[in-house]
Protein backbone atom coordinates (compact mmCIF):
# COMPACT_ATOMS: atom_id res chain seq x y z
CA UNK A 1 0.00 0.00 0.00
CA UNK A 2 1.13 3.14 -1.24
CA UNK A 3 0.99 6.40 1.20
CA UNK A 4 -0.27 9.65 -0.90
CA UNK A 5 1.21 12.74 0.58
CA UNK A 6 -0.89 15.82 -0.45
CA UNK A 7 0.71 18.79 -0.69
CA UNK A 8 -0.90 21.52 1.48
CA UNK A 9 -1.14 25.16 0.09
CA UNK A 10 0.74 27.87 2.59
CA UNK A 11 -1.11 30.91 3.56
CA UNK A 12 0.45 32.56 0.55
CA UNK A 13 -1.13 30.50 -2.19
CA UNK A 14 -4.59 30.09 -0.89
CA UNK A 15 -5.24 33.93 -0.12
CA UNK A 16 -3.85 34.57 -3.67
CA UNK A 17 -6.34 32.04 -5.14
CA UNK A 18 -8.97 33.62 -3.17
CA UNK A 19 -7.85 36.91 -4.44
CA UNK A 20 -8.29 35.97 -7.96
CA UNK A 21 -11.55 34.57 -7.55
CA UNK A 22 -12.65 37.48 -6.08
CA UNK A 23 -10.99 40.09 -8.40
CA UNK A 24 -12.50 38.05 -11.73
CA UNK A 25 -16.48 37.78 -10.05
CA UNK A 26 -16.18 41.37 -9.48
CA UNK A 27 -15.11 42.70 -13.04
CA UNK A 28 -17.70 39.71 -14.40
CA UNK A 29 -20.26 41.47 -12.28
CA UNK A 30 -18.95 45.25 -13.15
CA UNK A 31 -18.63 44.21 -17.00
CA UNK A 32 -22.71 42.59 -16.77
CA UNK A 33 -23.87 46.11 -14.56
CA UNK A 34 -22.29 47.84 -17.77
CA UNK A 35 -23.90 45.94 -20.47
CA UNK A 36 -27.54 45.85 -18.99
CA UNK A 37 -26.43 50.11 -18.69
CA UNK A 38 -26.58 49.63 -22.63
CA UNK A 39 -29.25 48.33 -23.26
CA UNK A 40 -32.47 50.26 -23.83
CA UNK A 41 -35.59 49.34 -21.92
CA UNK A 42 -39.00 50.05 -23.22
CA UNK A 43 -40.38 53.07 -20.62
CA UNK A 44 -43.67 55.22 -21.18
CA UNK A 45 -42.98 58.21 -23.67
CA UNK A 46 -45.25 60.55 -21.39
CA UNK A 47 -46.99 60.45 -18.38
CA UNK A 48 -50.27 58.98 -17.72
CA UNK A 49 -53.09 61.25 -16.16
CA UNK A 50 -56.03 59.42 -15.57
CA UNK A 51 -58.16 61.45 -13.23
CA UNK A 52 -59.68 59.07 -10.93
CA UNK A 53 -61.48 61.29 -8.28
CA UNK A 54 -64.78 59.82 -9.69
CA UNK A 55 -63.95 56.69 -8.45
CA UNK A 56 -62.37 57.12 -5.20
CA UNK A 57 -66.10 59.03 -4.27
CA UNK A 58 -68.07 55.32 -5.16
CA UNK A 59 -66.04 53.85 -2.96
CA UNK A 60 -66.34 55.69 -0.06
Same mark, same amino acid.
Given at each position: ???????????????????????????????????????????????? %?????? %??????
Amino acid at each position: MQLKFKKQDSIGQSLGKKLIKITLASIVIIFAIFLLNKINFPSPKNDI %EKDITD %EIIKLK
